[in-house]
């Protein structure tokens, strides 16, 4: 394995996770300074989640035709537009404009998201299964770590700097990144020998259709009361203050992307899917037959939503790192990143579902119903992915 190019490769994924998670932060924080409300502020990420959708299939293509590190560097400049884009003065930042803004960096971090991921392919053999999964879990597992450190960073800079001399430190950052990116990263990575047509971008594999499928229920599965019930749930019913709700949060995502580093430990190569997302299934089951009956036993629903969400950290993150790694070893070593985009346009779909959802049902029907939506969405995602078994 080039241990260079993979460091330089997670360095550069590394510097654009934080920043993203430093600015969905300042972005929560300072727009409810503003007076939005929680699904308001939610509606401002439905583009950067749509945007994913469509970057992840275009971006595949473009990164079989033109090569990973040049995808990467794109989606490098991207973010920094992003962020200067919200730097005009508060009374030009409308809805609409932050809308634009935040699809700019969807697009952004999909781009980086998938080239990183699709590297991977390029600097293993392709028979080192064990080695694939034990990387890949580490890219997956560190960047999920450093977003919840972007949550504390977002919330430091904007404390320290305010909104403006935040963006500009972060900018500041990429440009520093995307600079050093443009002298190491290999020029032809990721390339196909055969050019690709535009309407391969849709996969024609088996394999990456049942997974891609699998993985769209299982992240909508955790969005869909993640994104925004849980957070109104924390701040207005169990009356937690603003940064007890992000801290908690950021704390959250970090012990989920430790588990996802470590996942191969926990779960083998050839481990099955479907039992692990059918473990997972009973999770939200469990957490929402608590709220409903847990107060006659003696159950508090803080501590049914506290210790149900570190359970489904732990069986979330071992579910995610073996998709991560399925589709990354199932995948083209040819073109691998139209394979690997049209996955993780699935992957985002999930997610917009999820957020629509989230505010959706939770202003219908309320938090309960947001779980049972989530284990409907488990269950359909492991009943999916069960044909699908390889040998290590």
Known sequence: MNIKQYLVITGNYWAFTLTDGALRMLVVLFFHQLGYSPLEIAMLF??????????????????????????????????????????????????????????????????????????IKMLVPGDAHGTLYKWVAILTGSKNALKGVGFFLGGLLLTLLGFVGALYTMIGLLAVVWIASLFLLQGELGVAKAKPKFKEILSKSRAINILSAARMFLFGARDVWFVIALPVTLSQVFAWDHWQVGAFLAIWVIFYGFIQAIAPKIAKADASAFLWA???????????????????????????????????????????????????????????????????????????IGTVLSGLVFQMAGFVACLLISALFLALSAVIVKPLSLKA
């Open 46 to 119: 439905v583009f950067y989640e749509f945007f994913g959708v469509v970057t992840n299939l275009v971006g595949g293509y473009l990164g079989a035709r033109i090569g990973l590190n040049r995808t990467m560097q794109i989606g490098l400049v991207l973010q920094i537009i992003a962020l200067a884009a919200l730097t005009v003065p508060t009374q030009f930042l409308s809805i609409v404009w932050v809308m634009f803004a935040q699809a700019i960096s969807g697009i952004a971090k999909d781009l980086n998201k998938m080239s990183a991921k699709s590297a």
């Open 278 to 352: 059918a473990l997972l299934t009973l999770v939200p089951i469990t957490i929402a037959v608590l709220l409903q009956f847990g107060g006659a036993w003696g159950v508090s629903p803080q501590l049914s939503i506290v210790i149900g969400l570190l359970l489904f950290a732990l069986l979330f993150a071992i579910n995610s790192s073996l998709h991560s790694y399925l589709i990354i070893r199932i995948a083209s070593a040819d073109g691998v990143s139209l394979d690997v985009g049209f996955y993780y346009m699935a992957n985002a779909m999930g997610r917009l």
